[in-house]
């Protein structure tokens, strides 16, 4: 892919100190450049960026987005970002930016490994030091909450397999609190094997009943997806809890610990779904974990972000087969696919309207840094730079990732990455004047 070589000089832009607030510098880039772009997108961009005068947050904002369970992936993008600061003894401090400035977690702290409960705690502790956070809901996130609310319900077939709905990539979670709250889990009340199974799965019946209650909320497409994708998992899930060393009733056990600690009042991370959003926005950003569709930004344009976090707050606590089948819960699963619900440019011309200039968000992981891509001339600002060190190691990359995306009040949008050599900037105004 070409790159428009003119916008790659080097940038004169003061970057956080890493080697003085925690992390060498020789891991990070010490020197910026504008963004690359590549020459077939940035005709294009020229006019995206001019459709109206941009607005700037008041403060920097920070976001860091799916770090999937690395928590210390996450803490050294933290002080990549400037706003914290490490003592000797390890502990995470706010600096005078981060005190001003505000942490956006972009959704998907869960899974993937190598430690969910290190994680969970880690963002606890950059709330209990004072910093202005916003997390969002990332899909593997919600995942946990619909299969912990599912398992808890009442049969209903728009619901009962939600917990199998979350598949193997749960496991490594379950196995997690299994072996850190394991006599708690031997204290509950489980039911022999098959028992739970019956608790737990879908039954044969769902099969044919779930396609017909489905087809006039869902497009078939994404019906039939669905259904290819629950055969599986029931097909894998239990051969892939036996190579964990778990039985079906060690699941069961541990996943009614999970529904302490996360869903009932004082649990340990009850905080995390509670703290919980769907959407946020500064100026003419608009943050979500992956991205939007016509009908959201209808919503958009009819609602405050007050009120849409409302609604999903409702929806999670209340209806989950609206939530997880409709627009709320494609803010966090779309890749503009088929069977995702269209962006137009309609849509489009509804977020200008409203002064939406851009989108940021996480969910489709890069590995060479953030990336800037174009949706029916939406602006989207990617900032998923593949943290965790497993999934880094499946895509051929070395240890933990350090990457966060900075919104800068003077109209900049600053990509920090291990990944790449240098720190991508990108100014609206500055790439007007290329054309």
Known sequence: MKRNTMLLTPLKVELPDYHSIGISGRTLPTSAQPWPIANSLSRRMRKAVGVQPWQWPDEPVFFVADPHADAEAFKSSLIASGGVTQSLSGEIQLTDEGRKGRFVIGGDCLDKGPSNLQLL???????????????????????????????????????EHLFLRMGPKVIPLIKEVFNAYRKRVDSQPVPAAEECR???????????GFPKIAKSDIPKIAV??????????????????????????DVYGTALVCHQLFLQPGGEFAWFFNEMQLIHREGSFVFLHAGLDDSMTTLL??????????????????????????????????????????????????AYEMGIHAVVHGHRNQTSGQRISLRRGMIHIEGDITLNRNSRQKEGLS?????????????????????????????????LKTA
């Open 399 to 431: 240890g933990h990732g350090i990457g966060v995306t900075i919104i800068r009040p003077e109209g900049r949008v600053i990509g920090i990455s291990n990944d790449y050599p240098f720190a991508k900037v990108f100014e609206p105004q500055r790439f």
């Open 301 to 350: 344009a009819n609602n405050s972000i007050e009120q849409l976090n409302q609604l999903y707050r409702h929806q999670i606590n209340s209806d989950l087969y609206t939530f997880y089948y409709g627009t709320l819960a494609n803010t966090m699963r779309t890749k503009y696919r088929d069977v995702d619900r269209p962006l137009t440019r309609d849509g489009v011309e509804r």
């Open 198 to 208: 019956r608790l737990l799965y879908p039954s044969k019946s769902w099969f044919k």
């Open 224 to 249: 039939d997806k669905e259904m290819t994708r629950m055969r599986q998992k029931l097909k894998d899930f239990e051969a892939s809890c036996e190579v964990e060393g778990l039985s079906i009733r």
């Open 121 to 159: 705690r880690a963002i606890r502790h950059l709330m209990t030091i004072g910093a202005d956070v916003k997390l969002l809901a990332g899909n593997h996130d919600v995942r946990l909450l619909m299969g912990l609310r599912g398992m808890s319900l009442q049969r209903d077939m728009r619901t």
